[in-house]
């Protein structure tokens, strides 16, 4: 007796396990679930494929699966469980049916297919192309102490663990806070900046996870007040708290949920700082002196590192910056353990340097790029900016991402700090209390001043920022 498709779809879906949608989206940053896309290669090339996806053909699954077939893939022996996707859910049922009848334990499909994941807002990317962006640089293995995610925060035995920049690079050392505020006070006392406050924030998180979604929603709002100027936090955390949210109204594991969402931001954060380090890289020239300004963490690093593997002789000149010593404290010292030439220099000297001659390209990170081209970073950048516009040094920033809640200068808020803070010096006093200070603590380099902005899409002029969806 013959059966339509239709009925052998239905006869399999009553023996398998069928997961909604937001089931697989919550599975998405799981590292113990793995997706299988079985579509034909040129649907993933013209539609795009779930992040991470593992591709295998609906043809090929009996003989892929089977351990005891000659064309067996040893990824289906690694105890995951495992997601099968197809258009719209129909040849899916059929494949995860025939995995299950050849031996795969802890197989599903999605209700829906890809069609229903991608309608729904899920995460998709273009089919990969090999390794990813940061295996391919190698960068881990490149990456100074500061800069290893694991050195900059980490949850550990219920407590989070800041690396403390403030008394680097004389200690290696941590803050152990064991509550939101805490983390909040320690981003606030500048034990960490760059991207530590947002990385300190997404751990502080998982010490509420079990208090429900109000809880979260406090610790999230008393951690993004620590840093109004860069967004960089805001956009993370809430990130997080969907995938919370999602795991709550699911009834799976929060912290778990928590968990996987921030190693999975790490995992793009990491591979993005390679796609731009590698492309201000090729624009770096042997013999180049390089100017930045605070301390612009891995993409700027990187840069440096993976133009010095390519042969490049380098030349960093790095301010010491005022009032917390950054570029003195963790830049210089960053540099030096790449290998890289450095000169420490005080904050009014840049403009002597470069009349010098010494000075081919000024690189810096931003706190924040507006979609219309302004750079936001550590007061002094703009000044160096306009200095080396003066010289005809060209000016790159790099971008950490795209917040389309900032378009204009006037959507940025300049954190001001307590003034109290420039009238000393690592805790020495270097003038009376009686005088009137002020700390704005970052500036805006109009476009006009800026050759390039480095993003994940190579180096882009800022008056085109506006035509990249990704920064």
Same mark, same amino acid.
């Given at each position: 007796?013959?059966?339509?498709?239709?009925?052998?779809?239905?006869?399999?879906?009553?023996?398998?396990?069928?997961?909604?949608? %937001?089931?697989?989206?919550?599975?998405?940053?799981?590292?113990?679930?793995?997706?299988?896309?079985? =579509?034909?290669?040129?649907?993933?090339?013209?539609?795009?494929?779930?992040?991470?996806?593992?591709?295998?053909?609906?043809?090929?699954?009996?003989?892929?699966?089977?351990?005891?077939?000659?064309?067996?893939?040893?990824?289906?022996?690694?105890?995951?469980?495992?997601?099968?996707?197809?258009?719209?859910?129909?040849?899916?049922?059929?494949?995860?049916?025939?995995?299950?009848?050849?031996?795969?334990?802890?197989?599903?499909?999605?209700? *829906?297919?890809?069609?229903?994941?991608?309608?729904?807002?899920?995460? !998709?990317?273009?089919?990969?192309? *090999?390794?990813?962006?940061?295996?391919?640089?190698?960068?881990?293995?490149?990456?100074?102490?500061?800069?290893?995610?694991?050195?900059?925060?980490?949850?550990?035995? *219920?407590?989070?663990?800041?690396?403390?920049?403030?008394?680097?690079?004389?200690?290696?050392?941590?803050?152990?806070?064991?509550?939101?505020?805490?983390?909040?006070?320690?981003?606030?006392?500048?034990? !960490?900046?760059?991207?530590?406050?947002?990385?300190?924030?997404?751990?502080?998180? =998982? +010490?509420?996870?079990?208090?429900?979604?109000?809880?979260?929603?406090?610790? =999230?709002?008393?951690?993004?007040?620590?840093?109004?100027?860069?967004?960089?936090?805001?956009?993370?955390?809430?990130?997080?708290?969907?995938?919370?949210?999602?795991?709550?109204?699911?009834?799976?594991?929060?912290?778990?949920?928590?968990?996987?969402?921030?190693?999975?931001?790490?995992?793009?954060?990491?591979?993005?700082?390679?796609?731009?380090?590698?492309?201000?890289? %090729? +624009?770096?020239?042997?013999?180049?002196?390089?100017?930045?300004?605070?301390?612009?963490?891995?993409?700027?690093?990187?840069?440096?590192?993976?133009?010095?593997?390519?042969?490049?002789?380098?030349?960093?000149?790095?301010?010491?910056?005022?009032?917390?010593?950054?570029?003195?404290?963790?830049?210089?010292?960053?540099?030096?353990?790449?290998? $890289?030439?450095?000169?420490?220099?005080? %904050?009014?000297?840049?403009?002597?340097?470069?009349?010098?001659?010494?000075?081919?390209?000024?690189?810096?990170?931003?706190?924040?790029?507006?979609?219309?081209?302004?750079?936001?970073?550590?007061?002094?950048?703009?000044?160096?900016?306009?200095?080396?516009?003066?010289?005809?040094?060209?000016?790159?920033?790099?971008?950490?991402? =795209?917040?389309?809640?900032?378009?204009?200068?006037?959507? $940025?808020?300049?954190?001001?700090?307590?003034?109290?803070?420039?009238?000393?010096?690592?805790? !020495?006093?270097?003038?009376?209390?009686?005088?009137?200070?002020?700390?704005?603590?970052?500036?805006?380099?109009?476009?006009?001043?800026?050759? *390039?902005?480095?993003?994940?899409?190579?180096? $882009?002029?800022?008056?085109?920022?506006?035509?990249?969806?990704?920064?």
């Amino acid at each position: 007796m013959t059966k339509t498709t239709k009925e052998m779809v239905e006869s399999a879906n009553k023996e398998i396990k069928t997961i909604s949608v %937001d089931e697989a989206k919550l599975a998405l940053n799981d590292p113990g679930t793995t997706f299988v896309d079985i =579509r034909d290669i040129r649907e993933l090339q013209a539609e795009g494929t779930i992040p991470g996806a593992f591709h295998m053909p609906r043809g090929m699954t009996e003989f892929w699966v089977d351990p005891q077939s000659p064309y067996y893939k040893k990824i289906f022996s690694s105890g995951n469980n495992f997601v099968l996707y197809c258009k719209s859910g129909w040849r899916s049922a059929l494949a995860t049916k025939a995995a299950q009848d050849v031996g795969l334990k802890n197989v599903a499909h999605i209700d *829906g297919g890809y069609s229903a994941w991608a309608e729904t807002g899920g995460a !998709t990317v273009e089919k990969s192309r *090999g390794k990813s962006p940061a295996a391919k640089e190698g960068i881990y293995e490149l990456l100074p102490f500061v800069v290893n995610p694991t050195n900059i925060s980490r949850f550990e035995n *219920g407590r989070v663990l800041i690396g403390n920049r403030s008394k680097y690079p004389f200690e290696q050392s941590f803050v152990t806070c064991n509550n939101v505020e805490e983390v909040a006070q320690a981003i606030k006392d500048m034990v !960490t900046q760059g991207a530590g406050p947002w990385m300190a924030a997404a751990n502080a998180l =998982r +010490l509420v996870a079990s208090n429900g979604s109000d809880e979260l929603k406090r610790a =999230r709002d008393t951690l993004v007040a620590t840093r109004p100027t860069n967004t960089a936090m805001k956009l993370r955390l809430d990130d997080i708290l969907d995938a919370a949210h999602a795991a709550e109204e699911l009834g799976t594991n929060v912290d778990e949920a928590i968990t996987n969402k921030i190693d999975a931001i790490i995992s793009t954060l990491y591979d993005n700082y390679a796609l731009r380090a590698r492309a201000m890289a %090729d +624009l770096i020239e042997d013999g180049d002196g390089i100017l930045t300004m605070c301390f612009a963490e891995a993409g700027f690093l990187l840069a440096l590192a993976l133009a010095k593997r390519d042969g490049k002789n380098l030349t960093a000149y790095v301010p010491e910056t005022r009032p917390y010593l950054q570029g003195a404290k963790l830049t210089a010292p960053s540099i030096h353990e790449l290998g $890289v030439k450095v000169n420490l220099i005080t %904050d009014n000297m840049p403009a002597h340097i470069m009349s010098e001659g010494n000075i081919q390209k000024y690189i810096t990170a931003a706190d924040l790029i507006t979609v219309d081209g302004h750079v936001c970073n550590k007061i002094g950048t703009y000044q160096n900016a306009i200095t080396a516009h003066a010289h005809d040094i060209p000016f790159f920033a790099f971008a950490w991402g =795209r917040d389309d809640e900032k378009q204009v200068r006037s959507d $940025v808020e300049i954190e001001e700090r307590d003034p109290a803070e420039i009238r000393q010096a690592l805790g !020495t006093p270097t003038t009376i209390d009686a005088i009137d200070a002020r700390y704005p603590t970052f500036d805006i380099t109009p476009p006009k001043y800026v050759a *390039g902005v480095v993003t994940v899409n190579g180096v $882009v002029s800022p008056y085109t920022l506006k035509n990249y969806k990704n920064w």
